[in-house]
């Protein structure tokens, strides 16, 4: 499966923004999608993730009640919400997707497939 995210920009610290993650290849529902993001000089962070079905989801900590995943498996895209955006979220942002869902907070790296990030930055 290949991955593409779409959707960052230039924001201001309590606007809102949504990201896209958009799958070609094999059947979309098979796969577990998250997303997550890396600061410079920090390391990757988990941020979501959302089952096949897109009946369960798991949150990073620190963006738990302000993002939210849902996918539309007819559109092969997965989608992440994010509210009350802050410079702390200023990172460039990437889909992955894996046939295993799981809470990826102590596994970062391990989702198989993963698209080009999208740069979001948040100016105070």
């Known amino acids: 499966v290949q991955l593409q995210a779409f959707g960052g920009g230039l924001v201001q610290a309590g606007d809102s923004l949504r990201l896209s993650c958009v799958a070609s290849g094999r059947a979309f529902n098979i796969y577990a999608v998250g997303w997550f993001r890396q600061a410079p000089g920090q390391a990757r962070e988990f941020l979501a993730v959302?089952?096949?079905?897109?009946?369960?989801?798991f949150y990073g900590d620190s963006v738990k009640g302000r993002f939210t995943i849902t996918r539309d498996n007819a559109k092969n895209t997965a989608y992440l919400e994010m509210n009350n955006l802050q410079p702390g979220d200023t990172a460039v942002y990437y889909c992955?997707?894996?046939?295993?869902?799981?809470?990826?907070?102590?596994?970062?790296?391990?989702?198989?497939?993963w698209g080009k990030g999208t740069q979001v930055t948040v100016s105070s």
């Open positions: 959302i089952s096949m079905a897109g009946t369960n989801t």
């Open positions: 992955a997707a894996d046939p295993t869902y799981k809470n990826y907070k102590h596994d970062p790296g391990g989702m198989d497939y």
